[in-house]
Protein backbone atom coordinates (compact mmCIF):
# COMPACT_ATOMS: atom_id res chain seq x y z
CA UNK A 1 0.00 0.00 0.00
CA UNK A 2 2.62 2.45 0.63
CA UNK A 3 4.23 1.31 -2.00
CA UNK A 4 1.66 2.04 -4.77
CA UNK A 5 1.13 5.58 -2.65
CA UNK A 6 4.98 6.66 -3.26
CA UNK A 7 4.99 5.93 -6.70
CA UNK A 8 2.07 7.87 -7.28
CA UNK A 9 3.76 10.13 -5.38
CA UNK A 10 6.80 9.63 -7.51
CA UNK A 11 4.80 10.17 -10.57
CA UNK A 12 3.49 13.41 -9.08
CA UNK A 13 7.18 14.28 -8.44
CA UNK A 14 7.62 14.48 -12.40
CA UNK A 15 5.13 16.44 -12.82
CA UNK A 16 5.53 19.48 -10.53
CA UNK A 17 9.31 19.68 -11.19
CA UNK A 18 10.87 21.27 -7.71
CA UNK A 19 9.00 19.42 -4.83
CA UNK A 20 9.68 21.85 -2.29
CA UNK A 21 7.67 24.27 -4.50
CA UNK A 22 4.63 21.68 -5.01
CA UNK A 23 4.46 22.05 -1.53
CA UNK A 24 4.01 25.13 -1.25
CA UNK A 25 2.44 25.85 -4.53
CA UNK A 26 -0.69 28.38 -5.12
CA UNK A 27 -2.61 29.73 -7.81
CA UNK A 28 -0.85 32.74 -7.47
CA UNK A 29 2.45 31.28 -8.73
CA UNK A 30 0.93 30.42 -11.95
CA UNK A 31 0.35 34.10 -13.02
CA UNK A 32 1.74 37.36 -10.46
CA UNK A 33 -0.49 39.57 -9.22
CA UNK A 34 0.74 42.70 -10.36
CA UNK A 35 0.88 42.59 -13.54
CA UNK A 36 -2.53 43.46 -15.12
CA UNK A 37 -4.64 40.82 -16.97
CA UNK A 38 -5.19 41.65 -20.76
CA UNK A 39 -8.90 41.61 -21.60
CA UNK A 40 -10.54 42.36 -18.07
CA UNK A 41 -11.94 46.19 -18.12
CA UNK A 42 -12.04 47.55 -14.39
CA UNK A 43 -14.78 49.40 -13.23
CA UNK A 44 -13.88 53.51 -12.56
CA UNK A 45 -12.87 53.61 -8.83
CA UNK A 46 -14.52 55.84 -6.37
CA UNK A 47 -14.01 59.79 -6.47
CA UNK A 48 -12.52 61.33 -3.41
CA UNK A 49 -15.03 63.67 -3.17
CA UNK A 50 -18.88 63.31 -3.94
CA UNK A 51 -20.66 65.93 -4.24
CA UNK A 52 -23.21 66.32 -2.08
CA UNK A 53 -26.80 65.97 -3.66
CA UNK A 54 -29.05 68.69 -3.56
CA UNK A 55 -33.09 69.06 -2.88
CA UNK A 56 -34.82 70.03 -6.14
CA UNK A 57 -38.10 71.80 -5.43
CA UNK A 58 -40.84 72.34 -8.40
CA UNK A 59 -44.01 74.66 -8.16
CA UNK A 60 -46.93 73.50 -9.62
CA UNK A 61 -49.47 76.28 -10.89
CA UNK A 62 -51.98 75.25 -8.34
CA UNK A 63 -49.31 75.81 -5.31
CA UNK A 64 -48.23 72.24 -4.65
CA UNK A 65 -44.90 72.23 -3.99
CA UNK A 66 -43.20 68.55 -5.31
CA UNK A 67 -39.60 68.35 -3.88
CA UNK A 68 -37.00 65.84 -3.88
CA UNK A 69 -33.24 64.29 -2.73
CA UNK A 70 -31.00 61.64 -4.52
CA UNK A 71 -29.75 59.66 -2.38
CA UNK A 72 -27.79 56.50 -3.29
CA UNK A 73 -30.20 53.65 -0.78
CA UNK A 74 -32.00 51.09 -2.60
CA UNK A 75 -34.74 52.29 -0.88
CA UNK A 76 -36.92 55.66 -1.12
CA UNK A 77 -39.88 57.44 0.88
CA UNK A 78 -42.30 59.46 0.15
CA UNK A 79 -44.44 62.16 1.93
CA UNK A 80 -47.01 64.27 1.75
CA UNK A 81 -47.00 67.06 4.30
CA UNK A 82 -50.29 69.41 4.70
CA UNK A 83 -49.84 72.94 6.60
CA UNK A 84 -52.78 72.14 8.55
CA UNK A 85 -53.26 70.88 12.63
CA UNK A 86 -54.84 70.95 15.46
CA UNK A 87 -54.73 75.04 15.22
CA UNK A 88 -57.08 74.88 12.20
CA UNK A 89 -59.59 73.43 14.29
CA UNK A 90 -63.03 75.04 14.84
CA UNK A 91 -64.97 74.37 17.94
CA UNK A 92 -66.98 71.82 16.01
CA UNK A 93 -64.14 69.80 14.68
CA UNK A 94 -62.50 70.17 17.82
CA UNK A 95 -60.58 66.37 17.65
CA UNK A 96 -60.49 66.06 13.96
CA UNK A 97 -57.02 65.71 13.12
CA UNK A 98 -56.57 63.00 15.75
CA UNK A 99 -59.31 61.19 14.38
CA UNK A 100 -58.00 62.37 10.47
CA UNK A 101 -54.54 60.38 11.76
CA UNK A 102 -56.22 57.51 12.31
CA UNK A 103 -58.33 57.10 9.54
CA UNK A 104 -55.36 58.00 7.20
CA UNK A 105 -55.01 54.82 5.17
CA UNK A 106 -58.36 53.51 4.97
CA UNK A 107 -60.79 53.24 2.38
CA UNK A 108 -60.80 55.34 -0.55
CA UNK A 109 -63.20 56.31 -3.35
CA UNK A 110 -61.33 53.91 -5.34
CA UNK A 111 -59.98 51.27 -3.00
CA UNK A 112 -61.18 49.54 0.01
CA UNK A 113 -59.57 49.06 2.80
CA UNK A 114 -58.54 45.58 2.35
CA UNK A 115 -56.94 46.51 -1.15
CA UNK A 116 -54.68 49.35 -0.01
CA UNK A 117 -53.02 47.34 2.90
CA UNK A 118 -52.92 44.21 0.21
CA UNK A 119 -51.05 46.74 -2.13
CA UNK A 120 -48.84 48.20 0.13
CA UNK A 121 -47.78 44.88 1.53
CA UNK A 122 -47.12 43.80 -2.61
CA UNK A 123 -44.48 46.06 -2.46
CA UNK A 124 -43.17 45.64 0.82
CA UNK A 125 -43.42 49.15 2.07
CA UNK A 126 -44.64 51.14 5.65
CA UNK A 127 -46.85 53.68 6.09
CA UNK A 128 -47.40 55.94 8.61
CA UNK A 129 -49.65 59.14 9.51
CA UNK A 130 -49.06 61.72 12.37
CA UNK A 131 -50.97 64.95 13.27
CA UNK A 132 -49.62 67.60 15.57
CA UNK A 133 -50.26 71.33 15.68
CA UNK A 134 -49.27 72.76 12.76
CA UNK A 135 -48.44 70.03 10.10
CA UNK A 136 -50.10 66.51 9.16
CA UNK A 137 -47.69 64.05 7.39
CA UNK A 138 -48.77 60.91 5.44
CA UNK A 139 -45.85 58.85 4.75
CA UNK A 140 -44.76 55.61 2.78
CA UNK A 141 -41.68 54.34 2.10
CA UNK A 142 -40.41 51.20 -0.11
CA UNK A 143 -37.87 50.17 -2.72
CA UNK A 144 -36.66 52.69 -5.70
CA UNK A 145 -38.49 50.10 -8.21
CA UNK A 146 -42.17 50.70 -6.72
CA UNK A 147 -41.89 54.68 -6.85
CA UNK A 148 -44.92 54.87 -9.52
CA UNK A 149 -47.08 52.78 -6.84
CA UNK A 150 -46.39 54.88 -4.17
CA UNK A 151 -46.90 58.06 -5.15
CA UNK A 152 -50.21 57.26 -6.65
CA UNK A 153 -51.15 55.38 -4.17
CA UNK A 154 -50.22 58.17 -1.19
CA UNK A 155 -51.79 60.69 -3.26
CA UNK A 156 -55.43 58.78 -3.43
CA UNK A 157 -55.15 57.87 0.21
CA UNK A 158 -54.32 61.72 1.37
CA UNK A 159 -56.81 62.86 -1.58
CA UNK A 160 -59.78 60.72 -2.14
CA UNK A 161 -60.66 59.35 1.73
CA UNK A 162 -63.99 57.78 1.88
CA UNK A 163 -64.66 58.24 5.61
CA UNK A 164 -67.17 55.18 5.77
CA UNK A 165 -69.57 55.70 8.78
CA UNK A 166 -68.61 51.87 10.45
CA UNK A 167 -64.75 52.82 9.90
CA UNK A 168 -65.14 55.93 11.83
CA UNK A 169 -66.92 54.87 14.29
CA UNK A 170 -64.62 51.90 14.72
CA UNK A 171 -61.69 54.60 15.19
CA UNK A 172 -63.63 56.56 17.99
CA UNK A 173 -64.43 53.51 19.65
CA UNK A 174 -60.31 53.23 19.79
CA UNK A 175 -60.03 56.79 20.64
CA UNK A 176 -62.21 56.62 23.87
CA UNK A 177 -59.89 53.64 24.92
CA UNK A 178 -57.09 55.09 24.71
CA UNK A 179 -58.43 58.49 26.35
CA UNK A 180 -58.99 55.58 29.35
CA UNK A 181 -55.89 54.22 29.72
CA UNK A 182 -54.30 58.07 29.12
CA UNK A 183 -53.26 57.73 33.08
CA UNK A 184 -50.58 55.00 31.78
CA UNK A 185 -49.08 57.87 29.82
CA UNK A 186 -48.69 60.87 32.04
CA UNK A 187 -46.20 62.50 30.21
CA UNK A 188 -48.69 63.02 27.21
CA UNK A 189 -50.85 64.06 29.43
CA UNK A 190 -48.43 66.31 31.30
CA UNK A 191 -47.26 68.27 27.78
CA UNK A 192 -50.51 68.71 26.13
CA UNK A 193 -51.45 70.25 29.31
CA UNK A 194 -49.14 72.34 28.97
CA UNK A 195 -49.77 73.54 25.69
CA UNK A 196 -53.58 74.23 26.22
CA UNK A 197 -52.79 76.24 30.19
CA UNK A 198 -50.40 78.28 29.06
CA UNK A 199 -51.48 79.29 25.69
CA UNK A 200 -54.88 81.09 24.74
CA UNK A 201 -55.98 80.76 21.15
CA UNK A 202 -55.44 77.77 18.44
CA UNK A 203 -52.53 76.31 20.13
CA UNK A 204 -54.31 75.72 23.10
CA UNK A 205 -56.14 73.30 21.12
CA UNK A 206 -56.00 69.53 22.00
CA UNK A 207 -54.05 67.07 20.07
CA UNK A 208 -56.02 64.23 22.44
CA UNK A 209 -59.92 64.40 21.03
CA UNK A 210 -61.62 64.98 24.21
CA UNK A 211 -64.46 62.70 25.41
CA UNK A 212 -67.32 65.12 24.02
CA UNK A 213 -65.35 65.31 20.19
CA UNK A 214 -65.43 61.88 20.31
CA UNK A 215 -69.42 61.73 20.91
CA UNK A 216 -69.93 64.90 18.30
CA UNK A 217 -67.30 64.09 15.40
CA UNK A 218 -69.08 61.78 12.17
CA UNK A 219 -67.69 61.61 8.57
CA UNK A 220 -69.06 64.73 7.54
CA UNK A 221 -67.36 67.02 10.05
CA UNK A 222 -64.30 65.31 8.51
CA UNK A 223 -64.75 65.53 5.22
CA UNK A 224 -65.85 69.17 5.27
CA UNK A 225 -62.25 69.79 7.42
CA UNK A 226 -60.26 67.81 4.32
CA UNK A 227 -61.96 69.70 1.35
CA UNK A 228 -61.74 73.20 3.51
CA UNK A 229 -57.98 73.04 4.26
CA UNK A 230 -56.32 70.18 2.23
CA UNK A 231 -55.71 73.19 -0.65
CA UNK A 232 -53.00 72.99 -3.14
CA UNK A 233 -50.73 75.86 -1.48
CA UNK A 234 -50.58 73.98 1.48
CA UNK A 235 -49.75 70.57 0.05
CA UNK A 236 -45.79 69.54 -0.32
CA UNK A 237 -44.82 66.47 -1.93
CA UNK A 238 -41.37 65.41 -0.44
CA UNK A 239 -39.25 62.49 -1.40
CA UNK A 240 -35.88 60.98 -0.68
CA UNK A 241 -34.35 59.02 -3.04
CA UNK A 242 -36.11 60.00 -6.00
CA UNK A 243 -34.80 62.52 -9.10
CA UNK A 244 -37.30 65.19 -9.65
CA UNK A 245 -37.98 64.73 -12.90
CA UNK A 246 -38.85 60.51 -12.11
CA UNK A 247 -41.31 62.01 -9.33
CA UNK A 248 -42.87 64.96 -11.09
CA UNK A 249 -43.51 62.54 -14.21
CA UNK A 250 -45.39 60.33 -11.96
CA UNK A 251 -47.00 63.00 -9.52
CA UNK A 252 -48.02 66.48 -11.54
CA UNK A 253 -51.10 64.71 -13.38
CA UNK A 254 -51.94 63.71 -9.97
CA UNK A 255 -51.83 66.29 -8.24
CA UNK A 256 -52.35 69.49 -10.74
CA UNK A 257 -56.13 69.28 -10.56
CA UNK A 258 -55.93 70.43 -6.75
CA UNK A 259 -57.49 73.05 -6.07
CA UNK A 260 -56.13 76.30 -4.83
CA UNK A 261 -57.24 77.93 -1.81
CA UNK A 262 -56.70 81.66 0.16
CA UNK A 263 -53.40 81.57 2.11
CA UNK A 264 -54.29 80.32 5.34
CA UNK A 265 -54.54 83.21 7.85
CA UNK A 266 -52.51 81.26 10.60
CA UNK A 267 -54.26 81.69 13.70
CA UNK A 268 -52.73 83.93 16.33
CA UNK A 269 -52.22 82.45 19.97
CA UNK A 270 -51.21 84.62 22.93
CA UNK A 271 -48.73 83.09 25.71
CA UNK A 272 -50.46 83.81 29.10
CA UNK A 273 -49.29 80.60 31.80
CA UNK A 274 -51.00 79.01 33.99
CA UNK A 275 -51.77 76.38 35.76
CA UNK A 276 -53.07 72.75 35.65
CA UNK A 277 -53.86 69.87 38.13
CA UNK A 278 -54.97 66.18 38.38
CA UNK A 279 -55.83 64.67 40.73
CA UNK A 280 -55.13 60.83 40.46
CA UNK A 281 -54.34 57.89 42.26
CA UNK A 282 -50.51 56.88 41.11
CA UNK A 283 -47.86 55.98 42.78
CA UNK A 284 -45.35 58.96 41.66
CA UNK A 285 -46.37 62.57 40.58
CA UNK A 286 -45.60 63.77 37.20
CA UNK A 287 -45.07 67.80 36.65
CA UNK A 288 -43.61 70.01 34.62
CA UNK A 289 -42.82 73.84 34.64
CA UNK A 290 -42.35 75.87 31.34
CA UNK A 291 -42.26 79.61 29.55
CA UNK A 292 -42.26 80.91 26.81
CA UNK A 293 -39.68 81.27 23.94
CA UNK A 294 -40.86 83.93 21.41
CA UNK A 295 -39.84 83.63 17.93
CA UNK A 296 -40.08 79.95 16.84
CA UNK A 297 -38.81 78.51 13.77
CA UNK A 298 -39.15 81.96 11.79
CA UNK A 299 -36.36 83.34 14.11
CA UNK A 300 -33.83 81.05 13.31
CA UNK A 301 -31.24 81.86 15.30
CA UNK A 302 -33.15 81.47 18.46
CA UNK A 303 -34.77 78.34 17.85
CA UNK A 304 -31.14 77.08 16.98
CA UNK A 305 -30.06 78.51 20.70
CA UNK A 306 -32.88 76.82 22.16
CA UNK A 307 -31.86 73.66 20.71
CA UNK A 308 -28.14 73.56 22.19
CA UNK A 309 -30.14 74.66 25.23
CA UNK A 310 -31.89 71.57 25.75
CA UNK A 311 -28.83 69.27 24.77
CA UNK A 312 -27.60 71.04 27.26
CA UNK A 313 -30.15 70.31 30.23
CA UNK A 314 -30.88 66.96 28.96
CA UNK A 315 -31.65 64.67 31.38
CA UNK A 316 -33.80 61.61 31.04
CA UNK A 317 -35.34 58.88 33.34
CA UNK A 318 -32.75 57.60 36.60
CA UNK A 319 -33.24 54.00 34.88
CA UNK A 320 -32.17 54.27 31.60
CA UNK A 321 -29.84 52.07 30.47
CA UNK A 322 -27.03 54.21 28.54
CA UNK A 323 -23.34 54.96 28.03
CA UNK A 324 -21.69 58.26 28.04
CA UNK A 325 -22.77 59.17 24.46
CA UNK A 326 -26.61 58.79 26.19
CA UNK A 327 -26.62 62.22 27.71
CA UNK A 328 -25.92 61.29 30.98
CA UNK A 329 -23.18 64.13 31.39
CA UNK A 330 -25.88 66.92 31.00
CA UNK A 331 -26.40 69.01 33.43
CA UNK A 332 -29.12 67.80 34.73
CA UNK A 333 -28.07 64.20 35.02
CA UNK A 334 -25.00 65.42 36.89
CA UNK A 335 -26.67 68.01 39.00
CA UNK A 336 -29.85 66.50 39.73
CA UNK A 337 -30.51 62.99 39.03
CA UNK A 338 -27.22 61.94 40.34
CA UNK A 339 -28.21 63.62 43.82
CA UNK A 340 -31.69 63.27 44.73
CA UNK A 341 -32.60 59.67 44.55
CA UNK A 342 -36.25 59.69 44.90
CA UNK A 343 -36.31 61.74 41.21
CA UNK A 344 -37.55 58.97 38.61
CA UNK A 345 -37.05 60.98 36.04
CA UNK A 346 -36.56 65.10 35.32
CA UNK A 347 -35.61 66.40 31.49
CA UNK A 348 -35.65 68.98 29.77
CA UNK A 349 -38.54 69.87 27.33
CA UNK A 350 -39.08 72.14 24.12
CA UNK A 351 -41.35 72.37 22.00
CA UNK A 352 -40.99 74.87 18.85
CA UNK A 353 -43.73 76.14 16.70
CA UNK A 354 -43.69 78.94 13.58
CA UNK A 355 -44.11 81.79 15.76
CA UNK A 356 -43.41 80.84 19.30
CA UNK A 357 -42.13 77.89 21.50
CA UNK A 358 -42.25 76.19 24.97
CA UNK A 359 -39.20 75.17 27.23
CA UNK A 360 -39.20 73.59 30.29
CA UNK A 361 -38.73 70.86 32.61
CA UNK A 362 -40.40 67.78 32.85
CA UNK A 363 -40.33 66.17 36.36
CA UNK A 364 -41.45 62.86 38.09
CA UNK A 365 -41.17 61.69 42.15
CA UNK A 366 -42.29 59.86 44.29
CA UNK A 367 -45.26 61.92 46.07
CA UNK A 368 -43.99 62.70 49.63
CA UNK A 369 -40.05 64.53 47.30
CA UNK A 370 -42.55 67.03 45.01
CA UNK A 371 -42.40 69.92 46.67
CA UNK A 372 -38.40 69.93 47.14
CA UNK A 373 -38.44 68.55 43.02
CA UNK A 374 -40.53 71.56 41.95
CA UNK A 375 -38.27 73.96 44.23
CA UNK A 376 -35.30 71.73 42.42
CA UNK A 377 -36.32 72.23 39.03
CA UNK A 378 -36.90 76.38 39.40
CA UNK A 379 -33.55 76.51 40.57
CA UNK A 380 -31.80 75.19 38.01
CA UNK A 381 -33.96 77.22 34.96
CA UNK A 382 -32.58 80.36 37.29
CA UNK A 383 -29.29 78.87 37.10
CA UNK A 384 -28.95 78.96 33.55
CA UNK A 385 -30.33 82.49 33.62
CA UNK A 386 -27.13 83.21 36.05
CA UNK A 387 -24.07 84.69 34.25
CA UNK A 388 -20.81 81.64 35.31
CA UNK A 389 -22.67 79.25 36.02
CA UNK A 390 -22.43 76.95 32.86
CA UNK A 391 -18.90 76.31 31.71
CA UNK A 392 -17.34 76.62 28.42
CA UNK A 393 -17.19 72.81 28.46
CA UNK A 394 -19.97 72.10 28.88
CA UNK A 395 -21.94 74.16 26.11
CA UNK A 396 -19.32 72.75 23.76
CA UNK A 397 -20.06 69.44 24.65
CA UNK A 398 -24.00 70.46 24.11
CA UNK A 399 -22.90 71.61 20.78
CA UNK A 400 -20.93 68.86 19.58
CA UNK A 401 -24.05 66.48 20.41
CA UNK A 402 -26.91 68.28 18.37
CA UNK A 403 -24.64 68.34 15.40
CA UNK A 404 -24.05 64.91 15.89
CA UNK A 405 -27.71 64.29 16.57
CA UNK A 406 -28.47 65.96 13.55
CA UNK A 407 -26.16 64.54 11.32
CA UNK A 408 -27.02 60.95 12.20
CA UNK A 409 -30.71 61.54 12.39
CA UNK A 410 -30.47 63.00 8.42
CA UNK A 411 -28.63 59.57 7.44
CA UNK A 412 -32.27 57.96 7.43
CA UNK A 413 -33.88 58.52 4.60
CA UNK A 414 -37.40 58.82 6.34
CA UNK A 415 -36.51 61.84 8.44
CA UNK A 416 -34.50 63.16 4.94
CA UNK A 417 -38.47 63.33 3.58
CA UNK A 418 -39.78 64.59 6.50
CA UNK A 419 -36.88 67.86 6.60
CA UNK A 420 -37.66 68.39 3.18
CA UNK A 421 -41.61 68.82 3.44
CA UNK A 422 -41.35 70.32 6.70
CA UNK A 423 -38.66 72.93 6.15
CA UNK A 424 -40.77 73.99 2.87
CA UNK A 425 -43.93 74.13 4.68
CA UNK A 426 -42.12 76.47 7.28
CA UNK A 427 -39.77 77.96 5.39
CA UNK A 428 -40.77 78.04 1.25
CA UNK A 429 -37.38 76.10 0.40
CA UNK A 430 -34.95 73.47 2.16
CA UNK A 431 -31.82 75.17 3.92
CA UNK A 432 -28.83 73.27 3.46
CA UNK A 433 -27.68 71.13 6.59
CA UNK A 434 -24.07 73.14 6.68
CA UNK A 435 -25.81 76.81 7.61
CA UNK A 436 -27.84 74.89 10.37
CA UNK A 437 -23.91 73.47 12.01
CA UNK A 438 -22.44 76.96 11.20
CA UNK A 439 -25.33 78.00 13.48
CA UNK A 440 -25.11 75.82 16.11
CA UNK A 441 -20.69 76.44 15.98
CA UNK A 442 -22.01 80.17 16.76
CA UNK A 443 -23.92 79.98 19.82
CA UNK A 444 -21.90 81.57 22.42
CA UNK A 445 -22.42 81.35 26.83
CA UNK A 446 -23.50 85.04 26.41
CA UNK A 447 -26.34 83.62 24.03
CA UNK A 448 -27.65 81.00 26.20
CA UNK A 449 -27.63 83.28 29.12
CA UNK A 450 -29.21 85.90 27.58
CA UNK A 451 -32.25 83.94 25.99
CA UNK A 452 -32.65 81.84 29.82
CA UNK A 453 -33.23 85.46 30.97
CA UNK A 454 -35.69 86.11 28.21
CA UNK A 455 -37.31 83.06 28.95
CA UNK A 456 -37.94 82.88 32.36
CA UNK A 457 -39.33 86.35 32.55
CA UNK A 458 -42.05 85.43 30.79
CA UNK A 459 -44.98 84.00 32.75
CA UNK A 460 -45.04 80.47 34.62
CA UNK A 461 -46.79 77.61 33.56
CA UNK A 462 -47.39 74.89 35.21
CA UNK A 463 -49.17 71.21 35.29
CA UNK A 464 -48.79 68.14 37.23
CA UNK A 465 -50.68 64.91 37.34
CA UNK A 466 -50.84 62.35 40.53
CA UNK A 467 -50.73 63.19 44.02
CA UNK A 468 -51.56 67.39 43.20
CA UNK A 469 -51.76 68.78 46.68
CA UNK A 470 -47.93 68.32 47.31
CA UNK A 471 -47.31 70.27 44.40
CA UNK A 472 -46.78 73.84 45.88
CA UNK A 473 -48.89 77.15 44.95
CA UNK A 474 -48.33 78.46 41.76
CA UNK A 475 -47.95 82.18 42.98
CA UNK A 476 -44.73 80.74 45.37
CA UNK A 477 -43.03 78.89 41.95
CA UNK A 478 -44.00 82.06 39.83
CA UNK A 479 -42.61 84.58 42.43
CA UNK A 480 -39.23 82.58 42.58
CA UNK A 481 -38.78 84.08 38.84
CA UNK A 482 -39.73 87.18 39.33
CA UNK A 483 -36.45 89.57 39.98
CA UNK A 484 -35.92 90.33 43.47
CA UNK B 1 -79.59 37.90 -21.90
CA UNK B 2 -80.16 39.88 -18.42
CA UNK B 3 -82.42 42.84 -19.58
CA UNK B 4 -84.54 39.55 -21.15
CA UNK B 5 -85.01 38.10 -17.60
CA UNK B 6 -85.92 41.18 -16.12
CA UNK B 7 -88.82 42.13 -18.96
CA UNK B 8 -89.64 38.53 -18.17
CA UNK B 9 -90.08 39.21 -14.33
CA UNK B 10 -91.03 42.91 -14.50
CA UNK B 11 -94.44 43.50 -13.11
CA UNK B 12 -95.36 46.59 -15.54
CA UNK B 13 -94.49 44.30 -18.70
CA UNK B 14 -95.79 40.49 -17.20
CA UNK B 15 -98.87 40.37 -15.83
CA UNK B 16 -97.99 37.12 -13.97
CA UNK B 17 -95.33 39.22 -12.52
CA UNK B 18 -97.93 41.93 -11.38
CA UNK B 19 -100.19 39.47 -9.47
CA UNK B 20 -97.60 37.95 -7.60
CA UNK B 21 -96.24 41.04 -6.50
CA UNK B 22 -99.64 42.41 -5.59
CA UNK B 23 -100.32 39.39 -3.13
CA UNK B 24 -96.87 39.35 -1.43
CA UNK B 25 -97.52 43.78 -0.75
CA UNK B 26 -100.91 42.23 0.83
CA UNK B 27 -99.36 40.15 2.75
CA UNK B 28 -96.81 42.14 3.97
CA UNK B 29 -98.80 45.22 4.39
CA UNK B 30 -101.35 42.56 6.84
CA UNK B 31 -98.73 42.64 9.43
CA UNK B 32 -96.79 46.12 8.68
CA UNK B 33 -93.74 44.30 7.66
CA UNK B 34 -91.48 45.37 4.63
CA UNK B 35 -89.67 42.95 2.20
CA UNK B 36 -85.84 43.97 3.67
CA UNK B 37 -87.02 42.91 7.11
CA UNK B 38 -87.81 39.55 6.33
CA UNK B 39 -83.94 38.67 5.48
CA UNK B 40 -82.56 37.09 8.97
CA UNK B 41 -79.15 38.19 10.16
CA UNK B 42 -79.14 34.73 12.04
CA UNK B 43 -79.62 33.15 8.57
CA UNK B 44 -76.80 34.72 6.08
CA UNK B 45 -73.79 36.65 8.34
CA UNK B 46 -73.85 38.82 5.61
CA UNK B 47 -77.36 40.54 6.68
CA UNK B 48 -75.80 41.05 10.04
CA UNK B 49 -72.75 42.77 8.93
CA UNK B 50 -74.97 44.96 6.86
CA UNK B 51 -77.50 45.85 9.42
CA UNK B 52 -74.49 46.71 11.98
CA UNK B 53 -73.57 49.52 9.33
CA UNK B 54 -76.34 50.74 8.94
CA UNK B 55 -77.19 54.07 11.26
CA UNK B 56 -79.42 52.91 14.41
CA UNK B 57 -82.46 54.74 13.72
CA UNK B 58 -82.99 52.70 10.49
CA UNK B 59 -82.07 49.44 12.52
CA UNK B 60 -84.12 50.55 15.35
CA UNK B 61 -87.59 51.11 13.18
CA UNK B 62 -87.05 47.33 11.21
CA UNK B 63 -86.78 45.61 15.11
CA UNK B 64 -89.60 47.96 16.18
CA UNK B 65 -92.07 46.28 12.94
CA UNK B 66 -90.82 43.21 13.53
CA UNK B 67 -92.23 43.05 17.18
CA UNK B 68 -95.37 44.75 15.86
CA UNK B 69 -95.81 41.82 13.86
CA UNK B 70 -94.90 39.34 16.17
CA UNK B 71 -97.50 40.33 18.27
CA UNK B 72 -100.10 40.86 16.05
CA UNK B 73 -99.25 37.27 14.94
CA UNK B 74 -99.38 36.03 18.17
CA UNK B 75 -103.41 37.51 18.62
CA UNK B 76 -104.56 36.34 15.40
CA UNK B 77 -105.20 39.58 14.19
CA UNK B 78 -104.22 42.02 11.35
CA UNK B 79 -102.72 45.53 11.35
CA UNK B 80 -106.01 48.15 11.39
CA UNK B 81 -106.95 49.04 7.50
CA UNK B 82 -106.01 52.59 7.97
CA UNK B 83 -102.82 52.10 8.54
CA UNK B 84 -102.27 48.98 6.33
CA UNK B 85 -103.10 52.13 3.34
CA UNK B 86 -99.73 53.59 4.70
CA UNK B 87 -97.54 50.72 4.54
CA UNK B 88 -94.95 50.56 2.07
CA UNK B 89 -93.31 47.18 2.10
CA UNK B 90 -91.02 47.67 -0.96
CA UNK B 91 -89.33 50.42 0.63
CA UNK B 92 -85.39 49.13 0.47
CA UNK B 93 -82.95 49.86 3.53
CA UNK B 94 -80.72 47.10 3.11
CA UNK B 95 -80.36 46.18 -0.81
CA UNK B 96 -77.53 48.36 -1.19
CA UNK B 97 -75.72 47.64 1.88
CA UNK B 98 -75.86 44.09 1.85
CA UNK B 99 -74.47 44.36 -2.32
CA UNK B 100 -71.83 46.59 -0.77
CA UNK B 101 -71.26 43.62 1.91
CA UNK B 102 -71.30 41.14 -0.88
CA UNK B 103 -68.96 42.70 -2.68
CA UNK B 104 -66.73 43.68 -0.19
CA UNK B 105 -66.31 39.62 0.86
CA UNK B 106 -65.83 38.58 -2.91
CA UNK B 107 -62.97 40.65 -3.27
CA UNK B 108 -61.51 39.29 -0.01
CA UNK B 109 -61.79 35.77 -1.11
CA UNK B 110 -60.16 37.28 -5.02
CA UNK B 111 -57.49 38.62 -2.57
CA UNK B 112 -56.75 35.54 -0.96
CA UNK B 113 -57.45 37.12 2.38
CA UNK B 114 -59.05 34.66 5.36
CA UNK B 115 -62.73 35.68 5.75
CA UNK B 116 -64.11 37.87 8.58
CA UNK B 117 -66.80 36.11 9.79
CA UNK B 118 -67.88 32.78 8.94
CA UNK B 119 -71.62 30.73 9.34
CA UNK B 120 -71.18 27.69 12.33
CA UNK B 121 -74.29 25.61 12.22
CA UNK B 122 -74.49 25.13 15.86
Known amino acids: MYRAALSRFRALKGRTGNLEAARYATSSAVAPLDTPLDSISLPPPLPDYVAPSETKVKTLSNGVRIASEQLPTPAASVGVFVNCGSIYETPISSGASHLLERMAFKSTTNRSHLRVVREVEAIGGNTSASASRECMTYTFDALKTYVPEMVELLIDCVRNPAFLDWEVNEELQKIKAELEEVSKNPERLILEAVHSAGYCGPLANPLLASETATERLDSGILEEFVTENYKGNRIVLAASGIENEELLQIAEPLLSDLPSGPQPKEPNSVYVGGDFRRRADSPSTHFALAFEVPGGWNNEKDSVTLTVMQMLMGGGGSFSAGGPGKGMHSRLYLRVLNEYQQIHSFSAFNSIFNNTGLFGIYGSTSSDFVSKAVDIAAEELLLLATEGSVSRLMIKRAQEATKSAVLMNLESRMIVAEDIGRQILTYGERKCVHSFLKMVDEVTLQDITNMAKKIVSSPLTMASFGDVFQVPNYESVSSKFRAP | ?122
Open chain 2, 1 to 122: MASFLKSFLDPKKNPLAAMHMKSVSKRLRRYGLRYDDLYDPLYDLDVKEALNRLPREIVDARNQRLKRALDLSLKHEYLPEDLQKMQTPFRSYLQDMLALVKKERAEREALGALPLYERTIP
